[in-house]
């Protein structure tokens, strides 16, 4: 056990001083860990990669650190599953099945999180065709609150696997979690600018017609930057970007340049606009096909705040029209771009996605911004109107009351909770707040 100083989350949104940070060896330490916790009546919240925004790993009772219960675990490769350490980034898992043939079936743009923070949190990629990373679990092993470590699968616990796949932490402690993996393949990537209006009027559209479908607006301006990724078999020929190519857009331009225009902007809002519409015309036109890790992820090394909420997806053109508007209405000037997803229903009980065919809508703002409460308690408010949930590792507003009338199964999670960790060993202001 280690003394610390501080915790902080990458957005730099939340701060944490837990009383002590242990990275355990094992799942048998952190049986003991919980059961003195839960003796003693204190807390223990493991922690990721820190990439959520909310304060969903905040603690003052002891943080688990799961580094060290990473890697590849097992692998069926007749049955395309593979059991990972829970505290694995996702970044490395490609690597790690990529010998075998096999590919998660699909990410986020984002892979520094580890495996446990993502799928606990909704975490999810685009592809009307395809659900979110918690969809792919079909086990996991996992510590309760009463120190109890139990297999969740098809086979054992059936009944918790829906609750337990999107469990915000508030469950127990992910030891191990099995996916399951498809065969390697490819992405055909295709880039381009088109413009907004068009590109909302056939959203639907444009989400069925193709594996994977996105685009950024960045506000002020009337184009999209669409991407539209198309999966190829394993074998397929590659054209990726040439590394000079792929070093002025993904770093110069879409990580040095932007930063270096947040920064002007967050002290000259004013000319936010131009810098916008120039930042359109100059980024977001190309093409490439790679394996499908390198062109679902992209480095993200600017940091900001982030809002996104999950709609039905036919409501996703109003309310993307609805922001516009209120940021032209309200004169904001808003640097960050607006990026728009989608995703397949699933069943999973806290999933954004349960039981509805759902897009995503997802605002940012620079770290260093001053006052963003104001844009984002306004985004919240149209999210609303349109039946939105919000993502459990971004931020929102809401509280269990309002959170209940969102989920079907939000009660019988609760009482999953109840009895998995009945002295709310893994609780916190925010869990306090979600879901009493």
């Known amino acids: 056990m280690s003394a610390t100083t501080g915790w902080r989350t990458w957005g730099r949104t939340e701060r944490a001083t837990p009383s002590a940070i242990i990275a355990p060896a094992d799942a048998a330490a952190i049986v003991d860990i919980v059961g003195r916790a839960a003796f003693r009546g204190g807390t223990v919240k493991p922690v990721g990669a820190g990439h959520s925004f909310t304060p969903i790993a905040v603690t003052t009772g002891i943080?688990?650190?799961?580094?060290?219960?990473?890697?590849?675990?097992?692998?069926?490769?007749?049955?395309?599953?593979?059991?990972?350490?829970?505290?694995?980034?996702?970044?490395?898992?490609?690597?790690?099945?990529?010998?075998?043939?096999?590919?998660?079936?699909?990410?986020?743009?984002?892979?520094?999180?580890?495996?446990?923070?993502?799928?606990?949190?909704?975490?999810?990629?685009?592809?009307?065709?395809?659900?979110?990373?918690?969809?792919?679990?079909?086990?996991?092993?996992?510590?309760?609150?009463?120190?109890?470590?139990?297999?969740?699968?098809?086979?054992?616990?059936?009944?918790?696997?829906?609750?337990?796949?999107?469990?915000?932490?508030?469950?127990?402690?992910?030891?191990?979690?099995?996916?399951?993996?498809?065969?390697?393949?490819?992405?055909?990537?295709?880039?381009?600018?088109?413009?907004?209006?068009?590109?909302?009027?056939?959203?639907?559209?444009?989400?069925?017609?193709?594996?994977?479908?996105?685009?950024?607006?960045?506000?002020?301006?009337?184009?999209?930057?669409?991407?539209?990724?198309?999966?190829?078999?394993?074998?397929?020929?590659l054209a990726p970007l040439p590394p000079a190519r792929r070093f002025i857009d993904d770093t110069l331009v879409a990580n040095e340049l932007l930063r270096l225009l947040c920064a002007v902007q967050a002290r000259l809002p004013a000319i936010t606009p131009s810098i916008n519409r120039t930042a359109g015309r100059v980024t977001g036109n190309r093409s490439f096909t790679d394996l499908s890790h390198r062109v679902f992820t992209t480095s993200r090394r600017v940091r900001f705040r982030e809002m996104e909420y999950a709609l039905p997806r036919s409501a996703v053109p109003d309310a993307l029209r609805a922001v516009a508007r209120l940021i032209t209405d309200r004169g904001m000037r808003i640097s960050f771009p607006i990026e728009v997803r989608s995703a397949a229903a699933d069943p999973i009980w806290l999933s954004t996605a349960h039981g509805r065919e759902t897009g995503y809508i997802a605002v940012h703002r620079y770290w260093r911004d001053a006052d963003t409460a104001p844009y984002f308690d306004a985004v919240e408010r149209i999210m609303l109107e349109h039946d939105g949930r919000p993502h459990w590792g971004k931020l929102h507003g809401l509280t269990a009351r309002r959170l209940a009338a969102c989920y079907p199964r939000f009660d019988d999670f609760r009482t999953v909770r109840e009895d998995l960790d009945p002295q709310r060993v893994f609780g916190n202001d925010y869990l306090d707040r979600v879901l009493d």
């Not at 086990?139 to 699968?153: F, K, P, V, Y």
């Not at 609750?163 to 399951?180: H, K």
């Not at 065969?183 to 594996?211: H, I, K």
Request: net charge negative; charged share 20%; proline share 5%.
């Open 63 to 237: 943080q688990l650190d799961l580094c060290r219960l990473s890697g590849l675990f097992a692998v069926d490769v007749d049955q395309r599953r593979v059991t990972l350490g829970a505290g694995t980034r996702l970044a490395d898992v490609p690597a790690l099945i990529g010998p075998y043939g096999l590919a998660m079936t699909n990410l986020g743009d984002i892979d520094r999180q580890t495996v446990a923070g993502a799928i606990s949190t909704g975490t999810h990629g685009t592809g009307s065709r395809f659900g979110g990373l918690a969809t792919q679990v079909v086990a996991m092993e996992m510590i309760t609150g009463t120190g109890e470590m139990i297999t969740i699968s098809e086979a054992d616990h059936p009944e918790l696997l829906d609750a337990a796949r999107v469990g915000l932490g508030a469950l127990g402690v992910l030891t191990a979690v099995t996916l399951q993996c498809v065969p390697a393949f490819v992405l055909a990537a295709q880039e381009r600018p088109e413009p907004l209006d068009e590109v909302l009027d056939t959203f639907a559209g444009r989400c069925d017609g193709a594996d994977h479908f996105e685009f950024y607006w960045f506000p002020h301006t009337t184009t999209a930057l669409t991407k539209i990724n198309t999966r190829l078999p394993a074998g397929s020929e």
